[in-house]
């Protein structure tokens, strides 16, 4: 167990490491001048070159690629993650701000992909092959092809523009999540369904069903018990990569809906070249994806004991 | 000659095998019996120099194993065969640089003895019998002309019937060969009826070398008559009386 | 209703499988009395285990109390789920009460006391799981447990164990037995009668001794000539 956390613990050192480090070669190494971008960010106007170097010196620009590295790397060490290029803030309090609208969204999303897609595999599968699998396997792959950006229009044409029902813009009241959460959620779920409705069907080949059955198990019982488990193993892994899904995606719905957040934060933060905040940015991604792969590891484990035994 | 002397295999704290010492001249068949988890199957790792002993040594007349070029039957027909290859293609990879002649008139005779017919190598793993997938398995093996044969189980996938027709070929063939061959086995009917030795393997040791006769009629130790007894319970020797 | 009269005897009459437009089991009738001791030998592919499951899936469609030990325990047990519950399992759907079973002696007769039933099947060894399937099929008493290779996966000291613990829980009591197997050798000391079959039909059925003595089909004398290795002059 203590062996196992401490291998855990030096892969999410690993990747974080690399994501910092990859992050930071990528900005230092981007075409412009990050100076300059900084400048109009700061006072929207074109400056003499002395003030230009004072900002290069300030924002420490001038110290040599590993030196400014470093210099960021280690007070991240213990969560400092230091100040804003532009604005000067402590990046930390904008980081928790964005949190509070970006990570109920991201549930909300997944809330509404898991209510959709369940119900409809399960169904799907009840007659494999059969019309309401072909039409729920129609909407999954509908729901994959189309982009958030462009299902988060047509929501607002019809809910915001036509009808008038739901707001689109701005994240005043809880309403106005409802259509950003939809966005996300219809994404999720088209994935979701086909993994749920193969990961059921693939549970269901199981050897020992026949055993079971014969054994006089009733059908009800024998999916409870013996499919369900089986089928949740692959389910399991799909949340985690759900999850890279929907931090992406609420970058986008983020931006198209005018919501605050982690992807409005971000996207500003590339633009106006504001090292610490993008890097802040990613980092807090990163650590999400590693607590994320931490946890799914754990209920991998309470699901099939033998991930993990030395001797399975 | 297959020299075995004072071989030991330790896994960390553990130990898989224990001093274990023998030979097998060619044109011999020596049979290893026991239970699983008593080291069989390292012990052929250990000859083809797939694992390194921790003691002892290992040597085909004064050489490494490796460089007689020894030979492998496994268990599984079919699973040890690319799926996507026809048998043919497999069979013939031993001996892909050698004279295309010569090793197509080996091959001729070899299916011969193997009472398989030409066209099932034109098949893939999938399309053939078990029985017949585990005869061009041993036809590979034999390809190549090899001193020493060392086979994994080789008839426990196969049906009562084809088991006793397959060890027949195997012994048929082996005369004409002159191989040496190591069987692996924890079927005691096959190796007394056909080993010219058997060593009786209990947890990494040697419990007991003996003839077919001397085993089959007054084993020595507790073990080895508890395996014979076993044997006759399952039907595998038949106590005539 | 066709067990008003013989209530005892289990009994099918044409009973037939097809697989994808292909016979693999032609239409096969066999009545087995209580405390029968049967064996249904082939070669494999001969459509042994096809009768077998029609077998037990027919039965217990009549109502009869019918299991079936396949030929692995891989076969038989869900890996995600402790023994207890496998176990509690079975009690559930013969309509037992929890631990009314008699799991004590049936446990004791296969030699599996004392096991943690907490555990998962492969806490276990593959010769206990395949006694733990074996006793789950003893369970209530049924009136015939179908025995499909249950030993080929298990070492022979632990098969003729097994083997032997069975039969002496069976005894002369009134569980009929089936034992479905490529090996005569095996089956042979074991059963009082031998099926034959081949290419998915019985070809032939006799007296143990019978068979073993004046084999009829070829089939059974393929068996007959290759049942044993090496008879031992002792």
Redesign the interface.
Known sequence: MIKDLLGFMLRAAVVLTGTAFITFALLWNAPGDPAQAIAMARYDALLTEEVIALIREEAGLNAGFWAAFFSWVGPLVVLDFGRSAVSGQEVLPSLLAAIFYTFPLAMAGLAVGTIISLPLAILATKKPGGLFDRIAIAIASLGAAIPAYWLGLLLILFFAVQTGWLPAMGARTPTHAILPALTLGLGVAASLTRIIRSGILEARRQPFLPAIKRRGVSSKAIGRDHVAPHAAIPVVTLFGLELAFLLEGTVMVEVIFGRPGLGTLLVTAIETRDFPLVQAVVILTALVFVTVNLAIDIVYRLIDPRIGEPDA | MLKVANVSVKHGAAVILSNISFSLQPGKTLAVVG??GAGKSTLIAAILGFLHPSGGKIAWAGASVRSCGPALVMQEPRSAFNPLLSLRRSVMEPVIAQNSEISKRRLNRLCEGLELPAEILNRRPQEV???QAQRVGILRALIAAPPLVLFDEPLSA????????TAKLIADLQQEEGFAALIVT?????A??YADEIIVLKSGRIEEVAT?TTF??TPKSDYSR??R????????????? | MRQSLLNDTLTVSGLSVARSGRTILHPTSLEISPGDRIGLVGSSGSGKSTLGHALVDDFRAQGKRVTHVPQSPDEALDPLRSMAFQWREAEQALGLQPGSADQKTLFSTLNIEGSDLRRRPWGWSRGMQQRFVISMALMGTPDLIVLDEPTSALDPVVAAATMDLLDRHLGSGNIAMMLITHDLGLAARRVSRLMVMEDGRIVECASTKELLQRPQASASKALVAHRSWVELPC
């Open positions: 239970e699983s019998s078990i029985g196969l049906d009562a019937v084809t088991q006793k027709h924890h079927d005691l009917g096959y007394v009826a077919p089959a009629q508890t395996l007894d076993a044997a006759i319970a399952l039907g595998a020797l038949e106590a005539s009386s």
